[in-house]
């Protein structure tokens, strides 16, 4: 299973909403998470089944989707947001492969 | 705290070998399945292997044949062997834990800080 992330760099204002996309090459119903990696850090989960928030993930944080089209918006971006955020499928696996990445950055 | 923390990484030479450890606290290790993800310098995630409760195994291909995954729960650690050791295996190596969601299913949800692995002569 192929995952792919759009886009690879998205500029977004504080303030504002960002909205990461992720595509899946075949169907892996809700199975899939959501990571934000800052530089020098190992990821953090943010997201699982698509669309809950793990322990401590702030509400502004949120996931959609199912089938092959997924989403992750943050809805006011706040400094700390700024950050590489990957998906992840766990359908099928091994593997469990990864998206390419969306960089976050401040526009 | 719970946490991972990973040991082991270093340069070696291509062709070489070299065997990462990640040592748990703060859970019962025992109880979950763990995996080593990998992260070349300024590039993307790639898993790499797991293991699960039972010693059941997985590799990606890029690896299979070459590293060996496993766990010693009575020292709550996780191990990574490396053989044949190449350039493209030059990375960050994280281990992580597995945590199972009930319905919604898996994901890691405990991350190590790292450690870094050269492969150069």
């Known amino acids: 299973i192929v995952m792919t992330q759009s886009p690879a760099t998205l500029s977004v204002s504080p303030g504002e909403r960002a909205t990461l996309s992720c595509r899946a090459s075949?169907?892996?119903?809700?199975?899939l998470a959501w990571y934000q990696q800052k530089p020098g850090q190992a990821p953090r989960l943010l997201i699982y089944?698509?669309?809950t928030r793990a322990t401590g993930i702030p509400a502004r944080f949120s996931g959609s989707g199912s089938g092959t089209e997924f989403t992750l918006t943050i809805s006011s971006l706040q400094s700390e947001d700024f950050a590489v955020y990957y998906c992840q499928h766990y359908s099928d696996w091994p593997p469990y492969d990864f998206g390419q990445g969306t960089k976050l950055e401040i526009k | 705290e719970v946490q991972l923390v990973e040991s082991g990484g270093g340069l070696v030479q291509p062709g070489g070998s070299l065997r990462l450890s990640c040592t748990a606290s703060?859970?019962?290790?025992?109880?979950?399945?763990f995996h080593w993800v990998r992260q070349v310098t300024g590039k993307g995630l790639e898993w790499v292997s797991a293991i699960g409760t039972v010693g059941d195994t997985y590799y990606s291909g890029s690896v299979k044949g070459r590293f060996t995954i496993s766990r010693e729960d009575a020292k709550n650690s996780l191990y990574l062997q490396m053989n044949s050791l190449r350039a493209e295996d030059a990375a960050v190596y994280y281990c992580?834990?597995?945590?199972?969601?009930?319905?919604?299913?898996?994901?890691?949800?405990?991350w190590g800080q790292g450690t870094m692995v050269t492969v150069s002569s």
């Open positions: 075949q169907s892996i119903s809700s199975k």
């Open positions: 089944g698509a669309s």
């Open positions: 992580a834990r597995e945590r199972i969601f009930a319905t919604l299913g898996e994901a890691f949800d405990i």
């Open positions: 703060g859970f019962t290790f025992s109880r979950y399945d």
